[in-house]
């Protein structure tokens, strides 16, 4: 590995709002060192250098750095070759004092030009494009010819500069009602598709209510919100004017008119962006809640990301099912209508994303994927393998400020260690077919805060080494130019190509057709996309690669005539087509088609189903979408069979269409011996996702089944649908309903002299006593608190008692509400301290494991910490256990709910909807009615309770890090 010497010119501190790497309730800051002082203003260097490693036959040249321009979000790349960047200075302004950073916040933030004038490899240029109120924390730029497209939610806005002085004449809000204002889950870079059309994404700081300028409007949402004092209100469950309910992020596609806005993908968290190949495969990263679940995926068209449940109203945790693992769970992996999630890349903060086609690096960087990893302080390389209908995703980390040893993967441990401040956070491929990395360089990655003072930030230029790559001129008033210009390796700069041949019409399509033999097959696709759009001569080319010998020109070709309304003559051709990937989009293309019309291509793709490819059981299922029951007796018929005897195509079609006419089936299949536990378990799912009350009854029926596994799965299921999809279809509270104890109501006895100010003071501290020591009667006393009913003189007397409490959730909850003493924990101190290693597991298995798994032990209630040695350095986890409730991470925020009778619930809420649900700290759920509900409240704690409400001290915490951090 080759690597260039970086020295910074100053001491950076900044929150940068690229991921969040969070703990239970709190996110990370990494130790710094001490600023460096001085007098005079002159640039402060850092006495330690950091490298970037890059592969042997690469090199990498710091293009531009600070004061230039700021923090860096995104960036894009014109023709001229030079690097437009969006600044965030105003990120999270609402959580740092004005002395306390770098703000231009009067003007709103920046859009910056940087260009290379003299072609020696730097920047030496630097100038304001726009300096505009409406951007604030802005998370992307794309430049198509004059046009400036900067997605900053709650808008997508284009900027115009008509007469090329680089200042833009005109302001133009493109798309507005974009959920997410200064949040970076929010509005994400614009991308020129092959087919002239416009892609982007938003994450998943809804509600998004958007309207395209023919009046189509999205509505989508979830139920995250907080990250910003702005984002106060989000719900599931929203419809769109196409009748269907989209959920958190998502992969959107308009023309550039503005008309005819469509959703491509949803359900994801937070991925940053999305980027296409020639061919038209979609691709993204995306960021999770836990410390092991990002990835990197190949994103098929109408795909369910799995992040909520599919109507937004549950968090992934409400679903977790009895043995999944938490990236199984995360991503809703083994949900029928659920795409496969791709590589799990593990702990990190995944970013910018770019498919790289160009020849200039080197022919073995040609079709590569590229994505950059801000947490991990790394750009993740693959070369995606078609497999089946998906693909095979080989990781490899390409470009790091950590060498390709042992030591790449001891990064948790860094204090001040300047390496980890390399925070990619977009890559771009320039018209020269160099590499360009923006980063904004950091101690810090995550959170909701902002306090750099100076706004530091670095572009890279990789290229190959030895050879020095320059910028062609780009002509567009000839028919050369605009082919070579189709053919450039920056993606929004071939649009101009495709927009200026596309201009000629039929007059092109004989210059465009001799690309069909050029080397890069990249140049290939481009061609015939653009064919597709050239009249009815270029139509009929492109209808002669439908029976092409290649697998790649006629997947492309069906693409091509789909996007301009021409597919359907060729649908059941194609769903006999030797290539997976080609039957793929034919079963994509059927989605919204009545049966009558797709009986015949559905009945090829099923029976050319392997009975093994989770891409093409995905798509036949959303081929089938709306006609699921037609379609099942259509499997049946083709794969005859007793349920206790299917093969993998019936079971597996079966699960993923899961009609209500196959419950029968299922249910024989999930009760017999005959059928392996495994499709056991996964029949017995697939009913559970039946929204019918024949389902509902099957499943009480299974209940009671002989076979124990059998019998438990039912239970859960029972349990878990009885809040959201089932609710309405039996009389469940007769069903659940439990007689009340004889010791629940000695305590409520007890807590009528406790309400009784007639009594003595004494009397009714002595029946708190008996209260706080009872599993009920503390239950009842943290009801009482929390309504007001439980005055401090009282709630002092019991503190000791109740935090004593046989009863987990009890403990737990009454560390918000009723006081302790302890002294201030200093995390400073203890990080000095050495640990005891074994004493430390000896602390977590007292006092952590009925909430958090570690390796094969402890509970799933709060986050799993196996993998927490990866996410935080000493400090950052000290912090996280000492101080909790600093900032809760989302999806583990506690809840107060009263209702309407008096009750009182408590805990992490997992749905919301007709029917809320929280988990309390003991790991019960519990379903409340809303109409039900009286109040609801957000407590301002975690329930992770401190450290000194717990009894331990400094050694015990210095020891239970070490313990955490050294686990092997």
Same mark, same amino acid.
């Given at each position: 590995?080759?690597?260039?010497?970086?020295?910074?010119?100053?001491?950076?501190?900044?929150?940068?709002?690229?991921?969040?790497?969070?703990?239970?309730?709190?996110?990370?800051?990494?130790?710094?060192?001490?600023?460096?002082?001085?007098?005079?203003?002159?640039?402060?260097?850092?006495?330690?250098?950091?490298?970037?490693?890059?592969?042997?036959?690469?090199?990498? *040249?710091?293009?531009?750095? @600070? $004061?230039?321009?700021?923090?860096? =979000?995104?960036? &894009?790349? /014109?023709? %001229?070759?030079?690097?437009?960047?969006?600044?965030?200075?105003?990120?999270?302004?609402?959580?740092?004092?004005?002395?306390?950073?770098?703000?231009?916040?009067?003007?709103?933030?920046?859009?910056?030009?940087?260009?290379?004038?003299?072609?020696?490899?730097?920047?030496?240029?630097?100038?304001?494009?726009?300096?505009?109120?409406?951007?604030?924390?802005?998370?992307?730029?794309?430049?198509?010819?004059?046009? *400036?497209?900067?997605?900053? @939610? $709650?808008?997508?806005?284009?900027? =115009?500069?008509? &007469?090329? /002085?680089? %200042?833009?004449?005109?302001?133009?809000?493109?798309?507005?009602?974009?959920?997410?204002?200064?949040?970076?889950?929010?509005?994400?870079?614009?991308?020129?598709?092959?087919?002239?059309?416009?892609?982007?994404?938003?994450?998943?700081?809804?509600?998004?209510?958007?309207?395209?300028?023919?009046?189509?409007?999205?509505?989508?949402?979830?139920?995250?919100?907080?990250?910003?004092?702005?984002?106060?209100?989000?719900?599931?469950?929203?419809?769109?004017?196409?009748?269907?309910?989209?959920?958190?992020?998502?992969?959107?596609?308009?023309?550039?008119?503005?008309?005819?806005?469509?959703?491509?993908?949803?359900?994801?968290?937070?991925?940053?962006?999305?980027?296409?190949?020639?061919?038209?495969?979609?691709?993204?990263?995306?960021?999770?809640?836990?410390?092991?679940?990002?990835?990197?995926?190949?994103?098929?068209?109408?795909?369910?990301?799995?992040?909520?449940?599919?109507?937004?109203?549950?968090?992934?945790?409400?679903?977790?099912?009895?043995?999944?693992?938490?990236?199984?769970?995360?991503?809703?992996?083994?949900?029928?209508?659920?795409?496969?999630?791709?590589?799990?890349?593990?702990?990190?903060?995944?970013?910018?994303?770019?498919?790289?086609?160009?020849?200039?690096?080197?022919?073995?960087?040609?079709?590569?994927?590229?994505?950059?990893?801000?947490?991990?302080?790394?750009?993740?390389?693959?070369?995606?393998?078609?497999?089946?209908?998906?693909?095979?995703?080989?990781?490899?980390?390409?470009?790091?400020?950590?060498?390709?040893?042992?030591?790449?993967?001891?990064?948790?441990?860094?204090?001040?260690?300047?390496?980890?401040?390399?925070?990619?956070?977009?890559?771009?491929?320039?018209?020269?077919?160099?590499?360009?990395?923006?980063?904004?360089?950091?101690?810090?990655?995550?959170?909701?805060?902002?306090?750099?003072?100076?706004?530091?930030?670095?572009?890279?230029?990789?290229?190959?080494?030895?050879?020095?790559?320059?910028?062609?001129?780009?002509?567009?008033?000839?028919?050369?130019?605009?082919?070579?210009?189709?053919?450039?390796?920056?993606?929004?700069?071939?649009?101009?190509?495709?927009?200026?041949?596309?201009?000629?019409?039929?007059?092109?399509?004989?210059?465009?057709?001799?690309?069909?033999?050029?080397?890069?097959?990249?140049?290939?696709?481009?061609?015939?996309?653009?064919?597709?759009?050239?009249?009815?001569?270029?139509?009929?080319?492109?209808?002669?690669?439908?029976?092409?010998?290649?697998?790649?020109?006629?997947?492309?070709?069906?693409?091509?005539?789909?996007?301009?309304?021409?597919?359907?003559?060729?649908?059941?051709?194609?769903?006999?087509?030797?290539?997976?990937?080609?039957?793929?989009?034919?079963?994509?293309?059927?989605?919204?088609?009545?049966?009558?019309?797709?009986?015949?291509?559905?009945?090829?793709?099923?029976?050319?189903?392997?009975?093994?490819?989770?891409?093409?059981?995905?798509?036949?299922?959303?081929?089938?979408?709306?006609?699921?029951?037609?379609?099942?007796?259509?499997?049946?018929?083709?794969?005859?069979?007793?349920?206790?005897?299917?093969?993998?195509?019936?079971?597996?079609?079966?699960?993923?269409?899961?009609?209500?006419?196959?419950?029968?089936?299922?249910?024989?299949?999930?009760?017999?011996?005959?059928?392996?536990?495994?499709?056991?378990?996964?029949?017995?799912?697939?009913?559970?996702?039946?929204?019918?009350?024949?389902?509902?009854?099957?499943?009480?029926?299974?209940?009671?089944?002989?076979?124990?596994?059998?019998?438990?799965?039912?239970?859960?299921?029972?349990?878990?649908?009885?809040?959201?999809?089932?609710?309405?279809?039996?009389?469940?509270?007769?069903?659940?309903?439990?007689?009340?104890?004889?010791?629940?109501?000695?305590?409520?006895?007890?807590?009528?002299?406790?309400?009784?100010?007639?009594?003595?003071?004494?009397?009714?501290?002595?029946?708190?006593?008996?209260?706080?020591?009872?599993?009920?009667?503390?239950?009842?006393?943290?009801?009482?608190?929390?309504?007001?009913?439980?005055?401090?003189?009282?709630?002092?007397?019991?503190?000791?008692?109740?935090?004593?409490?046989?009863?987990?959730?009890?403990?737990?909850?009454?560390?918000?509400?009723?006081?302790?003493?302890?002294?201030?924990?200093?995390?400073?101190?203890?990080?000095?301290?050495?640990?005891?290693?074994?004493?430390?597991?000896?602390?977590?298995?007292?006092?952590?494991?009925?909430?958090?798994?570690?390796?094969?032990?402890?509970?799933?209630?709060?986050?799993?910490?196996?993998?927490?040695?990866?996410?935080?350095?000493?400090?950052?986890?000290?912090?996280?256990?000492?101080?909790?409730?600093?900032?809760?991470?989302?999806?583990?925020?506690?809840?107060?709910?009263?209702?309407?009778?008096?009750?009182?619930?408590?805990?992490?809420?997992?749905?919301?909807?007709?029917?809320?649900?929280?988990?309390?700290?003991?790991?019960?759920?519990?379903?409340?009615?809303?109409?039900?509900?009286?109040?609801?409240?957000?407590?301002?704690?975690?329930?992770?309770?401190?450290?000194?409400?717990?009894?331990?001290?400094?050694?015990?915490?210095?020891?239970?890090?070490?313990?955490?951090?050294?686990?092997?």
């Amino acid at each position: 590995m080759n690597s260039i010497s970086l020295i910074p010119q100053r001491s950076i501190y900044a929150f940068v709002g690229i991921g969040l790497l969070s703990f239970f309730g709190f996110y990370q800051i990494q130790k710094q060192p001490e600023t460096p002082k001085q007098s005079t203003g002159a640039p402060i260097v850092l006495a330690d250098t950091s490298k970037l490693y890059v592969p042997d036959d690469l090199e990498a *040249t710091l293009w531009a750095e @600070a $004061p230039m321009f700021h923090n860096p =979000t995104n960036m &894009d790349i /014109d023709a %001229k070759g030079r690097v437009w960047i969006t600044e965030a200075v105003n990120y999270r302004d609402f959580n740092t004092k004005p002395a306390d950073r770098l703000s231009h916040k009067q003007k709103g933030d920046r859009v910056m030009i940087l260009e290379d004038k003299d072609g020696d490899g730097k920047a030496e240029s630097s100038k304001i494009y726009v300096e505009d109120t409406l951007l604030t924390s802005p998370l992307g730029i794309a430049v198509i010819g004059n046009k *400036t497209i900067v997605s900053c @939610a $709650p808008n997508l806005i284009i900027y =115009t500069d008509k &007469d090329g /002085d680089d %200042k833009p004449d005109s302001r133009e809000i493109f798309l507005s009602g974009f959920g997410g204002f200064d949040h970076d889950h929010s509005l994400h870079s614009l991308v020129a598709g092959p087919d002239g059309k416009y892609y982007f994404n938003t994450g998943n700081a809804g509600p998004h209510k958007v309207k395209d300028k023919s009046g189509w409007e999205l509505r989508s949402g979830s139920l995250y919100t907080g990250g910003t004092p702005y984002n106060k209100s989000n719900q599931g469950n929203q419809k769109s004017d196409d009748d269907r309910i989209w959920v958190g992020g998502l992969a959107l596609r308009i023309n550039p008119d503005g008309t005819g806005l469509k959703v491509l993908g949803h359900n994801f968290r937070n991925s940053f962006e999305v980027c296409l190949d020639s061919y038209g495969n979609m691709w993204q990263n995306d960021n999770d809640d836990q410390v092991i679940t990002c990835r990197v995926s190949f994103l098929q068209e109408n795909g369910n990301a799995g992040y909520f449940s599919a109507d937004g109203t549950r968090y992934w945790q409400a679903d977790r099912r009895p043995g999944q693992d938490i990236f199984t769970t995360h991503w809703h992996q083994e949900d029928p209508g659920v795409m496969p999630a791709g590589d799990n890349t593990g702990a990190g903060s995944p970013t910018g994303i770019v498919f790289y086609e160009g020849d200039e690096l080197g022919k073995d960087y040609r079709g590569t994927l590229l994505s950059c990893e801000a947490g991990r302080n790394v750009i993740f390389a693959y070369k995606p393998e078609q497999t089946g209908a998906g693909f095979k995703l080989n990781r490899r980390d390409l470009i790091s400020s950590f060498p390709q040893t042992s030591e790449r993967y001891e990064w948790y441990e860094t204090d001040g260690d300047t390496r980890k401040w390399f925070r990619p956070s977009d890559a771009t491929v320039g018209p020269d077919g160099a590499l360009y990395i923006a980063d904004w360089y950091d101690p810090v990655v995550g959170g909701h805060a902002m306090k750099d003072k100076i706004g530091y930030g670095r572009i890279y230029r990789i290229t190959p080494k030895n050879k020095k790559l320059t910028t062609p001129k780009i002509d567009l008033t000839t028919i050369a130019g605009l082919v070579n210009a189709l053919k450039n390796p920056a993606v929004n700069v071939r649009l101009l190509g495709f927009e200026g041949l596309k201009a000629k019409g039929e007059d092109v399509v004989g210059d465009v057709k001799q690309l069909l033999t050029a080397e890069n097959p990249f140049h290939q696709a481009r061609a015939i996309w653009l064919m597709s759009q050239l009249g009815e001569k270029g139509a009929a080319e492109v209808d002669k690669l439908t029976r092409s010998a290649d697998a790649a020109h006629r997947l492309t070709a069906f693409r091509a005539l789909r996007s301009i309304g021409k597919s359907d003559g060729f649908l059941e051709q194609m769903a006999n087509d030797p290539d997976a990937a080609v039957r793929r989009e034919v079963a994509i293309a059927l989605r919204d088609m009545p049966y009558e019309k797709v009986s015949k291509p559905i009945h090829s793709l099923i029976r050319h189903y392997d009975g093994k490819d989770p891409w093409m059981l995905e798509a036949i299922g959303t081929a089938a979408d709306g006609k699921e029951q037609k379609v099942y007796a259509m499997v049946r018929e083709s794969f005859k069979a007793d349920p206790e005897y299917w093969n993998a195509q019936r079971a597996n079609l079966t699960w993923r269409l899961h009609p209500g006419n196959a419950v029968n089936d299922l249910k024989i299949r999930a009760n017999s011996s005959k059928v392996s536990e495994k499709d056991r378990r996964k029949a017995v799912a697939a009913i559970g996702f039946i929204k019918t009350k024949n389902a509902a009854e099957a499943m009480v029926a299974l209940s009671k089944s002989p076979l124990k596994d059998v019998s438990s799965q039912a239970s859960w299921w029972l349990n878990f649908r009885k809040s959201n999809d089932w609710a309405d279809l039996m009389n469940w509270e007769e069903a659940t309903a439990q007689q009340m104890t004889p010791g629940y109501r000695q305590m409520l006895e007890k807590k009528k002299i406790v309400l009784d100010k007639s009594q003595s003071v004494l009397n009714r501290i002595e029946a708190a006593k008996l209260m706080a020591a009872d599993v009920d009667g503390g239950n009842i006393l943290v009801d009482m608190r929390v309504q007001g009913q439980l005055q401090d003189t009282v709630a002092k007397s019991v503190s000791e008692i109740i935090f004593k409490n046989p009863d987990q959730n009890v403990r737990v909850v009454a560390s918000q509400f009723f006081p302790r003493n302890g002294k201030v924990l200093k995390t400073d101190f203890i990080s000095r301290m050495k640990a005891n290693n074994t004493h430390g597991e000896k602390v977590f298995t007292t006092y952590c494991v009925a909430c958090h798994k570690h390796g094969e032990t402890g509970a799933d209630i709060g986050p799993d910490l196996t993998l927490v040695h990866k996410k935080f350095d000493k400090g950052g986890l000290l912090d996280a256990i000492v101080n909790p409730s600093a900032s809760m991470v989302f999806g583990y925020e506690s809840y107060t709910i009263v209702t309407k009778t008096g009750d009182t619930f408590f805990g992490f809420l997992l749905s919301d909807g007709a029917n809320v649900v929280l988990k309390d700290a003991a790991g019960k759920q519990h379903s409340i009615k809303s109409a039900d509900i009286k109040t609801r409240e957000k407590m301002p704690n975690s329930l992770m309770p401190e450290p000194v409400t717990l009894g331990l001290n400094e050694q015990d915490l210095a020891d239970l890090t070490g313990y955490l951090l050294n686990f092997k």
